[in-house]
């Protein structure tokens, strides 16, 4: 993985017990709106559209999956930082 | 209009509800019932077309907002599932997929957003976790409110679908069923289902001619066909021939002449011919369906079903909403009985409200008094509902799914425990109701005797006492020809639990609609069972046939009926004694 690639990537744990069901799904959706590129939430060989909900759900991301987030545009970072954020403190469950 | 005349089709399936109704076919998409007309858009339309849809979703998500922002503060941790619901208008599985649709498939809005949440649906429905299966009910919610702004609002192309039209589908569902637009509905047919489905029971209650079962109806027929459904037959014809069509509206005059002689002597007290007095009640589930049950001269109501106030919906109903609801039926109905089954939820209808974990036999499953007894929480909610709306009037609780004492006793305690509550809250309320059990499992059935002695009634529910003795799914087609009520063990067990009630001076009623079926009527007389209760409707057409039958000679003739070893020879003798009492009005030509 080269560098640029490491920071547009950020590998996250589920940690809350119900996993990502919809209430999460959508705290993360709301956020992934407003990159200006696209936003990834990739599990396994999966890849989603961190912006659709039914996408994020679809993943099956129960707790404990690891997961990598990834972005397209470095001036999305922030996004990429905050949802991660969201996963560390298991999306305030 | 084609130059040969298509040929006359005549499909036999099963009566789910007797009339006649002639009119155009109107096939319904597998995926639900709303009724979606689809079309080809010009190309320089579809522009028009996606700006339309856009409005719709823009005006859906504004009135979920409303709705979101009306919701009382202590409810608000419940909000966020319409959050979710907000964000799913613009989802791009949703949102971007029917704009997709409409332009590559130049087709119209609504018929591509059905298209888009049916994919989506699909999606979840594949999913072993049962919490992500229940998310399908998100989309469609979502999709159907989208829907309604779109057929609400625009004025391009709702002629085709103003005239009223004979629904043709697989199936429906109960959910499906009561959103029917009676506006634009005058009949339905199905391919599955029978004679004690919730289609056939709500077509009932609706009074629109039904009949199910007919297995290839979405087959044979198409959108605009010419059909004549005869629901008293159970049979369909497709492109009658003119003198088809001429005997029936014919026979539809003279069915509609019927029912209305019947009904003038509806609100008569049932009497038999020998003097014996018989309360024939209603079974409603909603308050509207009061009225119904007054026209047609009910002698109050025997069966309230509470379901479909927690029906597709995401929270569950307050105790005040609940309380609103069964005062004004209460109310309504004073001084005659309402009988107020507790909820029943779980079974063959499911409750969008709780993700439920798999099951196999949900018929066996966690449901009724199961769940309610789980669920004390909400039970709770629901018995302080009943108990203050028996300071209005009289109430009778019926509790069901009963399969041993236990769940009697539990029941009763969480009654007291909430009366207590309300005492000491200083809210009004009655604790001067009557209780029942339905009888519905054949171990309460065995067990009536014991269970004679915890409460004031029994209530005896035959759909499913018919499915749990018999072990036959009625809604499944390979078997139903199997569910028969007058199989000699379901009388036995009927005639067992009226026997152990009187022994202890309870009263036993039925609000099955075992009852409703005239051939049935004089083994249930001859039975003792004395209150009978149906969808409204039926309730006139009993009442006459009490009045013509002797309840003493039905005692006597019981003997030779229990005699008998199969529902066939049963059936026999009830029509060589009885055939030309009980059917003489509707058949005579």
Known sequence: ?93 | MGTENPEEIVLSGISGSQGICIGKAYLVDREGVDVIERYYLDPQNVKKETNRFKQAVNKAKNELSAIIEDIPEDLRQHAYILETHLLLHKDKMLYGKTIELIENEQINAEWALRKASAAAKAIFRNMSEPYLQARAADIEHVADRILRHLMGTDDVDISGINKRVILVANNLSPAETSQINLDRVMGFITDRGGKTSHTSIIARTLELPAVLGLEQATAVIKSEDLIIVDGNEGIVIVNPAEETLLRYEELSRRYEEHKKEVIRRGDLPATSADSKLFRIMGNIELPEEVVAVKDHGGDGIGLFRTEFLYLSRIDFPGEQELFDQYKEVVELMAPLPVTIRSLDINGDKEISTMPTPEEANPALGLRAIRFCLKRPDIFKTQLRAVLRAAAHGYVRLLLPMISCAEEVTESIRLLDEAAAELDEEGIEYSRDIEIGIMIEIPSAALMADMLADLVDFFSIGTNDLVQYTLAIDRGNRHVAHLYNPLHPAVIRLIRHVVDAGRHKNKKTYMCGEMAADPINLPILLGLGIEELSMAPQSIPEIKNLIRKINVDDAEKLMSTLLAQSSAADLHQIIKDNYGELLFEDIYAE
């Open chain 1, 1 to 93: 993985m080269s560098r640029l690639e490491k920071e547009l990537s950020k590998e996250v744990t589920v940690t809350n017990e119900l996993g990502l069901h919809a209430r999460p799904a959508a705290m993360i959706a709301k956020l992934s709106m407003q990159a200006a590129s696209n936003v990834w939430l990739i599990k396994d060989d999966e890849k989603v559209d961190a912006s659709s909900i039914i996408d994020i759900l679809s993943l099956s991301g129960t707790k404990d999956s690891r997961i990598t987030l990834r972005i397209e545009d470095p001036s999305d970072t922030e996004v990429l930082e905050q949802i991660a954020a969201l996963f560390e403190i298991g999306f305030k469950e």
